[in-house]
């Protein structure tokens, strides 16, 4: 199922950075917007605190003391669904593509505003609570042997369950929503990540990801189809 954020109460939020400045800012300023906020400063305490106090979202620095934030992002993915974004140096490509490969759900490049911050937070959390909107008379779309279940929030390849990040199945669920049709990067971080201002290799990575799990040739995939100098369709 979908990770749902905390019912009835206020939304927490777990900040994992090790500069003490940039943290206190960024956690008055989500106190300010009605977040209940925790902060850690290294990363083995941010990972104790994420899957004890189980906080509705992360926002996780890469470069941490201890624990680094891609070893953290790959442990928190590997025992609990909670959204994450991560913080990282400017320019550090490689390091955002990791961190996507890894499981995290946004990042943001430093120096940010706060106020970005916190329209990154909403939109990862309205994306991680809201349920795949369905059309069609059935809750289960079928490509091949590809089957994805938008009622179990699964997807199946020859009947065996793939695990998927939540990002995974929400772009997989889009496009196979729309078969055929090509999508540019932009707006599929427009309709999956719920905003267009980003860079394009979250959606390449989480299509890489999607074809290792699910293509009998992720080099040569017959359903997920790059479409040259625009994005992406799903050819069923």
Known sequence: MPYLPSVNETLRLLIVEDDPVLADVVRRYLEKEGFAVRHEADGQAG???ALTW???LVVLDLMLPGLNGLDVCHRIRQSA??????LTARDSEDDRVRGLELGADDYLAKPFSPRELVARIRAVLRRSSTPVAESAPTAI?????IELDLVAHEVRRAGEVVPVATKEFELLAHLMANPGVAFARDDLLEAVWG???GDGATVTVHIRRLRE?????????????????LGYRFDP
């Open 54 to 56: 189980a906080p509705d």
């Open 81 to 86: 669904p909670i959204p994450i974004v991560m």
């Open 213 to 229: 799990k699910l293509e009998l040739d992720a080099s040569n995939p017959r359903h997920l189809m790059t479409v040259r100098g």
């Open 141 to 145: 779309r079928t490509a091949g042997e």
């Open 47 to 49: 990972l104790e605190a």
């Open 195 to 197: 905003h267009r201002i």
